[in-house]
């Protein structure tokens, strides 16, 4: 396995799980197979994030946009997530590891949120890892979420619009309690964002592999890792700020 510097990871590390309907459609499977597969990678991905000292781990679950999918697929990963929080808290509790949901949760059925309410209270008081899920969640959604928010407190009069900075609009997201993700690794093969944590990935380093999100091992967990830490983050600056490195006649 690829050795990672274990100061060197990140801090926050988001996971966009794609593939598990291919997955199953490539083994003459239904979908939801391929789903209940995907859960135990999401298992695996868990504990190794917290067993290396990973703080954050946010993983897109479901989507604003999958609630247009066939009922039938949308019950059975309600079904699903049920299963997994009702399975997964006492192991939550072993790890450490508290829960946290971002998205637009009045869309959940009744009975899924309940199952996530007595999940995250029962992990509030956890010190380790935050292990956020994203249900319900769409970037575009949440960001008209806060202006909307935003604009009702100018209107009430609680600020001001000199107030409006990155960090105070940034206090308005479902992400408040979270610092921006370092990393984000996509399943799959599909190069693009499909509206996950748009404001929040600004400076996130991106990865992306073929390989669908039942069949991701730890060894590709790891490369993908490995392949962040040979990454400069720059933030807008030179080479040689970040390095250090000094070039005078540059200067
Ligand atoms: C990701 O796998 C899980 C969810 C979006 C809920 P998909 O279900 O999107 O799998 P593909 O992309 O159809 O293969
Ligand atoms: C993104 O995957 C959403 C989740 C992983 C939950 P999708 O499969 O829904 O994305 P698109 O539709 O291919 O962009
Ligand atoms: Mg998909």
Known sequence: M?????????????????GNGRWAQQRMLKRIIGHQRGAETVKMVVEQASLLGIKYLTLFA?????????????????????????????????????YNVIGNRSELPDDVNETLDKAIQ??????????????????????????ARLAQDAVDGRLSIADVTT???????????????????????????????????????????ETNWPDFTINELHKALADFQSRERRFGMTGDQITGRGHPSNA
């Open 62 to 98: 479901f989507s604003s946009e999958n609630w247009s999918r066939p009922a039938l697929e949308v019950r059975a990963l309600m079904t699903l997530l049920k299963k997994y929080m009702r399975q997964e808290t006492e192991r939550m509790m072993r790890k450490n590891i508290r």
């Open 2 to 18: 690829t050795p990672l510097d274990p100061h060197k990871l990140p801090v926050h590390l988001a996971v966009i799980m794609d």
């Open 122 to 147: 029962k992990t509030a008081a956890n010190s380790g890892m935050v292990l956020t899920l994203a249900l319900s969640y769409g970037g575009r959604q949440e960001l008209c979420r806060a202006a």
């Open 167 to 209: 960090e105070l609009f940034g206090s308005y997201l479902d992400t408040d309690n979270l610092p921006d993700p370092d990393f984000l690794i996509r399943t799959s093969g599909e190069m693009r964002i499909s509206n996950f944590l748009l404001w929040q990935l600004a400076y996130t380093e991106l990865y992306f592999t």
